[in-house]
């Protein structure tokens, strides 16, 4: 798993795994958006609307910065 924060428009992408084909997308809340493999299984959540209000965003940074660098992708 891997995330990407972009602090200028407060997103938040969580990538589940790699490799799947993507399929399709869909809101599930206001600015949640998941995406969804072939299979129907979910791949990555893409918060593009106040990420930071939802999520503890220095704290995800905090965590990364410990852990080993191929783990924590930012």
């Known amino acids: 798993m891997t995330y990407h924060y972009d602090a200028d428009s ?14 399709e997308s ?8 998941i995406d969804f493999d072939k299979s129907g299984r979910p791949m990555g959540l893409d918060i593009y609307m ?6 503890d ?4 940074k905090q965590v990364a910065a410990l852990l080993p660098r191929e783990t924590a992708k930012r």
């Not at 106040?50 to 999520?55: D, E, G, L, Q, V």
């Open 50 to 55: 106040n990420a930071s209000s939802f999520f």
């Open 26 to 33: 869909e809101e599930i809340y206001p600015g949640f958006v």
């Open 10 to 23: 407060d997103s938040l992408l969580v990538t589940f795994r790699e490799g799947a084909e993507y399929d």
């Open 57 to 60: 965003v220095q704290g995800m």
